[in-house]
């Protein structure tokens, strides 16, 4: 006790805690209680990360160099393209930080902190040293503390010190020398949380000032990549990979064939600008952040963006079945005596457990404490608690120690009927003490077996008399009396089934994983439509080699009696079969599966372990509100898919339009002005993909990210392009005489704009056809995201968003009007014949109908 008042006076703190002021003030000299967590980066930042991108990089510098050599008109196009590109990206991302920050505050963690004597819940953020904090199982540890009070305290340590196995603290002193400061029994640690027990501490660190902190700073802002991550970064490096094979082949044909080195730069160049996918990142967070504020309109609020294709992705999710499956609300249906007659004795000595516990009450406890009838003609005063012994999941029970109003000291314990059992070796019946004789014994386990297949969930209860000592243990709990049980209802929900289906229908299997016993669980599930014939209990998944579990799984819905370590194992066991795995949670034994699932989903009023281990989290515990934010997760996805089969499938049909036409003509097929003008006008085409519709068809199964169908896609239909790239230059070749360099302008206007050209590419041949390459090529481009976007007939079956109609529109109507503009001289553009546009018309007819055969093609093969 003295090393305990030294280390509160050395703090300047009291077991009456601090203050509001002190506590205060002590927040703004140490600064809130957060770790190496994402920071929210200042506009300034942000800014530098736009203007940082590569391709603004290399596009400055092509602009630095056109204004030097003397080409303003490319020069200002560039920057143009920079400017927009940079406020773009810096608007877009910017919205999405807010969003996602908005987000984010909607989920707090809070600790139980004794100020001014009295204790309250406070956010985490905004504990000081020398706060003292109540601990109970489930919380989290909230900064580095040292116990001054501890009870039958568990702490897991695994995200410090990697051990799977909970490690006991005390608060007695710890005087040991030359031990890390990890083994000490009295100090706690941030990161780590309270499996059972309950203990007072105060915090002698905060923040980046624990031992947490100093080991998390220098990881700050680091994610685990996600699927999603690897294959954007997969895509990225295949558009690099084109871009490092064409852009050196374009500029040596060109050089080589044309013998104008500098025009053959600015035009490699320009392809490589062309070929580079640099909406790709605001896409991408657009897209995220309006799945995450859309989820949050269905109740599902996003932790960590990037879990969201992963959410789409996951086909198979593992849930407890309280509150998931049943109405989360427990009724106390029967109160009886070993054989089943209704017992008041039962039920005073259950309110006096559920009432005097100090750890966190689940929902038995407070079905109990409802329980009206008994509270109001129990005299609570006149009742003592002595001492507990808090419930743990290896013992699977709890006990309090009262004195009853006679004076007379007593131990009541409740817990697991199978428990509660072993440490029994008499009953009480009808007032009379009876051994607990094997042949009585199975009677009993049959009563619990009666109950629990009609659905109810037991408990059982018993007593010890006791000797006049205050203090207690697990040993203590023996030689009990078993007087009877509690019979507890949590009917299912009227909506489970439907969900249930829905999930099926959407192929999402749902597995139970539960420490409930297996009668209880089979009537629940059967209730529900989940198969439950067969239940694989945690005894045989301890006995389960990896390759056995792993097969077990497979053939399995519903697995029940498991350790936090048995739904674990089982959510690994999954992934090893290539699924993309799903955890429910909201309690302490669930805090492992979480971390380990692909997407970790907990509820709002969750402990905080569970709540903190999540990627996302449910307003309402309810699998209608789940199976809503998986298609939305799908939607994002799908709208990423979007941008990245057209980038990738026209880039791949460039590479041979370019090669081919550089080869071909005596010209360079485009100016490099003309190449950034296409690809800028494309980009805007496809800023408002992240609006667009997704038809159900699209959300109807997981959609993981498969770069092998991406890559199908792009051998088959970006070829396509080159198609009608190739008969566009067959036209401007032969029918429009492209290929003759003395082609007469057709306007005196004209034929003064080309008089005496400096070389093939100022002439009126070569503007012409560089003309009628870029509508055609603009339109195609802009025109096909409809075909790509949807597997059924674009148009008739389904339609884009406006915001992508009106801005293809748009795009299209701009790309029409340049040649007949005041631009076009600035351009190298030139007014187009009218028999060209009956032409295009049909070349975009032809285009969407055999992108569109292809496309159906491919889905019937199931490739993509």
Same mark, same amino acid.
């Given at each position: 006790m003295q090393e305990t008042a030294?280390?509160?006076?050395?703090?300047?703190?009291?077991?009456?805690?601090?203050?509001?002021?002190?506590?205060?003030?002590?927040?703004?000299?140490?600064?809130?209680?957060?770790?190496?967590?994402?920071?929210?980066?200042?506009?300034?930042?942000r800014f530098y990360i736009a203007v940082r991108n590569p391709l603004v990089i290399l596009l400055t510098i092509l602009a630095v160099l056109s204004y030097a050599t003397g080409d303003f008109r490319a020069g200002t196009v560039m920057m143009i393209m920079v400017i927009l590109g940079v406020s773009l990206r810096f608007i877009q991302e910017t919205k999405a930080d807010n969003a996602a920050a908005k987000l984010k505050a909607m989920i707090k963690v809070t600790a139980t902190v004794v100020r001014d004597g009295q204790p309250r819940e406070v956010p985490l953020q905004q504990l000081v040293p020398g706060d003292v904090v109540k601990l109970s199982a489930g919380d989290m540890i909230p900064g580095d503390v040292r116990l001054i009070a501890a009870k039958d305290l568990f702490i897991i340590q695994a995200t410090l010190t990697g051990e799977s196995l909970p490690v006991e603290k005390t608060d007695a002193c710890d005087s040991r020398a030359n031990v890390s400061s990890l083994e000490h029994t009295n =100090?706690?640690?941030? @990161? +780590?949380?309270?499996?059972? &027990?309950?203990?007072?501490?105060? =915090?002698?660190?905060? @923040? +980046?000032?624990?031992?947490? &902190?100093?080991?998390?700073?220098?990881?700050?802002?680091?994610?685990?990549?996600?699927a999603f991550d690897k294959g954007v970064k997969k895509f990225v490096w295949l558009m690099l990979t084109f871009m490092l094979v064409m852009v050196p082949m374009v500029f040596l044909i060109n050089g080589l064939l044309k013998h104008n080195w500098k025009d053959a730069f600015f035009f490699a160049m320009a392809v490589a600008v062309g070929l580079t996918p640099e909406m790709l990142p605001m896409i991408v967070s657009v897209c995220l952040s309006k799945g995450a504020i859309a989820m949050s309109k269905k109740k599902v609020i996003v932790k960590k963006l990037n879990s969201i294709q992963n959410f789409g992705a996951m086909d198979v999710l593992c849930t407890d079945k309280t509150g998931t499956l049943t109405i989360d609300r427990v009724i106390l249906e029967i109160h009886c005596d070993v054989f089943k007659n209704e017992s008041e004795t039962v039920l005073r000595d259950a309110y006096l457990i559920s009432h005097f516990q100090t750890g966190l009450k689940n929902l038995l406890d407070r079905a109990v404490l409802r329980y009206k009838e008994l509270h109001k003609e129990m005299a609570l005063d006149k009742y003592k608690m002595v001492d507990e012994i808090p419930f743990d999941f290896s013992r699977r029970m709890m006990s309090v120690a009262v004195e009853r109003p006679d004076g007379e000291r007593e131990l009541l314990t409740k817990g697991a009927p199978e428990a509660v059992f072993a440490k029994c070796t008499r009953f009480e019946s009808e007032g009379e003490i009876f051994p607990m004789e094997p042949i009585l014994a199975g009677d009993l386990v049959q009563q619990v077996d009666e109950l629990s297949e009609d659905g109810f969930r037991v408990l059982a209860v018993a007593t010890k008399k006791l000797g006049r000592q205050t203090t207690f243990s697990k040993a203590d709990e023996c030689d009990l009396v078993l007087t009877g049980y509690l019979a507890f209802l949590d009917p299912p929900k009227d909506t489970a089934s439907k969900a249930i289906t829905a999930l099926r229908q959407n192929g999402v299997t749902v597995k139970v994983l539960t420490g409930d016993n297996d009668l209880v669980t089979r009537k629940v599930c059967s209730e529900v439509g989940i198969q439950a014939e067969k239940i694989v209990l945690g005894s045989q998944v301890e006995s389960?080699?990896?390759?056995?579990?792993?097969?077990?799984?497979?053939?399995?819905?519903?697995?029940?009696?498991?350790?936090?370590?048995?739904?674990?194992?089982?959510?690994?066991?999954?992934?090893?079969?290539?699924?993309?795995?799903?955890?429910m949670g909201d309690g302490i034994n669930d805090a492992p599966a979480l971390r380990a699932a692909d997407v970790g989903i907990s509820v709002d009023n969750a402990v905080d372990i569970a709540k903190e281990s999540a990627d996302m989290i449910l307003l309402e515990k309810n699998l209608m509100v789940l199976e809503e934010g998986v298609l939305e997760g799908r939607k994002v996805f799908v709208n990423i898919l979007k941008y990245i089969r057209m980038g990738a499938s026209s880039n791949f049909g460039n590479m041979f339009s370019v090669l081919g036409a550089s080869a071909w003509l005596q010209y360079l097929p485009m100016q490099p002005i003309q190449v950034l003008t296409n690809n800028l006008l494309y980009d805007f085409s496809q800023v408002p993909i992240p609006t667009d519709n997704v038809g159900p068809q699209q959300t109807a199964k997981p959609r993981p990210w498969a770069m092998g169908e991406i890559a199908k896609f792009i051998m088959f239909i970006g070829?396509?392009?080159?198609?009608?790239?190739?008969?566009?230059?067959?036209?401007?070749?032969?029918?429009?005489?492209?290929?003759?360099?003395?082609?007469?302008?057709?306007?005196?206007?004209?034929?003064?704009?080309?008089?005496?050209?400096?070389?093939?590419?100022?002439?009126?041949?070569?503007?012409?056809?560089?003309?009628?390459?870029?509508?055609?090529?603009?339109?195609?481009?802009t025109l096909i995201v409809h075909v790509i976007r949807t597997n059924l007939i674009p148009f008739l079956q389904s339609r884009a968003s406006w915001q992508l109609t009106m801005t293809t529109i748009a795009i299209m109507g701009i790309g029409a009007w340049l040649p007949f503009s005041p631009l076009a001289q600035y351009l190298g553009f030139v007014p187009l014949p009218w028999e060209f546009w009956p032409y295009l018309a049909l070349t975009l007819v032809c285009y969407v109908g055999l992108t569109q055969v292809i496309k159906t093609w491919l889905i019937r093969k199931s490739w993509v």
């Open positions: 030294a280390v509160l006076q050395e703090l300047g703190t009291s077991v009456a805690g601090l203050s509001e002021a002190e506590a205060a003030l002590r927040l703004e000299q140490c600064g809130p209680n957060e770790v190496a967590v994402e920071k929210k980066h200042e506009w300034l930042y =100090i706690c640690f941030l @990161g +780590t949380s309270v499996e059972s &027990g309950s203990a007072t501490a105060v =915090i002698i660190a905060t @923040g +980046t000032q624990t031992y947490f &902190g100093k080991m998390a700073s220098s990881l700050a802002g680091q994610q685990v990549e996600t389960f080699s990896d390759e056995q579990l792993a097969e077990a799984v497979e053939t399995t819905d519903v697995f029940a009696r498991l350790s936090p370590a048995h739904k674990k194992r089982v959510v690994q066991a999954l992934q090893r079969k290539k699924h993309v795995v799903g955890f070829p396509i392009s080159s198609i009608f790239d190739y008969t566009t230059y067959c036209l401007m070749w032969f029918f429009f005489k492209c290929s003759n360099l003395g082609l007469v302008p057709p306007t005196t206007e004209l034929a003064t704009r080309f008089a005496n050209p400096v070389d093939a590419d100022h002439t009126y041949a070569a503007a012409l056809f560089s003309t009628g390459w870029f509508v055609e090529s603009l339109m195609t481009q």
